[in-house]
């Protein structure tokens, strides 16, 4: 289904519930809290971060749609063609930014033990600050583990993540289980990781 006819479909589906329900809000209605004030858009779908906001004004249209096109470019190894892709690596967490945030949402973790790190990066940082107050990065790794790279390229390391249910009970009695995640990094690539002093 294109994406004018799913848009079509919703304002559908939208003109039949305010239809028969009555109270909820629509673009027009001057009265409606809107989540978003001035930027709102109104989609439900899969789709609806992919728009640019709402009010942004017309000269800005254009902008946006190259920057939403960087955003879904898919980087490859130089040299290459077409020109202006080949910037990948040498070490990289994703080919795109939107390989993690698929649609324009949000980066999303591994959801079981051992799945891999698709949508989740790892900082990295030993004690201390820098002249900002940001934490330092490690010496040989810098602040961010790079779990891939072009070929002939050592990636950085291999992350991964256990899950340890934690349970526990609401004050009303209800229970509850939380995961508690462990991170490990194994195949480590440029030495030794630092290790705060003893
Ligand atoms: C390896 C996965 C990964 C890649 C690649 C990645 N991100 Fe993210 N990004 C995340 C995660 C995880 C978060 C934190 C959770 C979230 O807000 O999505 C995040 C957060 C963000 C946020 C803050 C969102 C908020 O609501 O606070 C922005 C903005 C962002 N990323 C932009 C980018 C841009 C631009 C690129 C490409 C240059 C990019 N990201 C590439 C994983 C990634």
């Given at each position: 289904?294109?994406?004018?006819?799913?848009r079509l479909s919703y304002w559908l589906m939208f003109a039949a519930l305010t239809g028969c329900g009555g109270a909820s809000p629509t673009?027009?209605?001057?009265?409606?809290?809107?989540?978003?004030?001035?930027t709102t858009i109104f989609d439900f779908g899969d789709e609806a971060f992919n728009y640019p906001l709402k009010n942004l004004s017309i000269d800005y249209r254009g902008p946006f749609q190259i920057g939403d096109g960087v955003f879904n470019r898919n980087w490859v190894t130089a040299p290459a063609t077409p020109q202006g892709n080949d910037a990948l690596g040498p070490t990289y967490n994703?080919?795109?930014?939107?390989?993690?945030?698929?649609n324009n949402g949000r980066g999303a973790p591994p959801q079981k033990d051992g799945d891999p790190f698709l949508g989740l990066l790892l900082r990295l940082s030993i004690p201390g600050a820098?002249?900002?107050?940001?934490?330092?990065?490690?010496?040989?790794?810098?602040?961010?583990?790079?779990?891939?790279?072009?070929?002939?390229v050592p990636?950085?390391?291999?992350?991964?993540?256990?899950?340890?249910?934690?349970?526990?009970?609401?004050?009303?009695?209800?229970?509850?289980?939380?995961r508690s995640p462990t991170y490990t990094i194994s195949n480590p690539a440029s030495g030794r990781w630092s290790r705060p002093a003893a």
């Open positions: 289904m294109s994406r004018s006819s799913t673009p027009s209605d001057p009265n409606a809290a809107l989540l978003g004030g001035d994703a080919v795109s930014c939107s390989g993690c945030h698929f820098d002249p900002h107050g940001a934490p330092l990065g490690d010496p040989n790794y810098g602040d961010q583990l790079n779990q891939n790279a072009i070929l002939g990636a950085e390391g291999t992350p991964s993540v256990s899950y340890a249910e934690m349970p526990g009970t609401y004050a009303d009695g209800e229970s509850y289980s939380l």
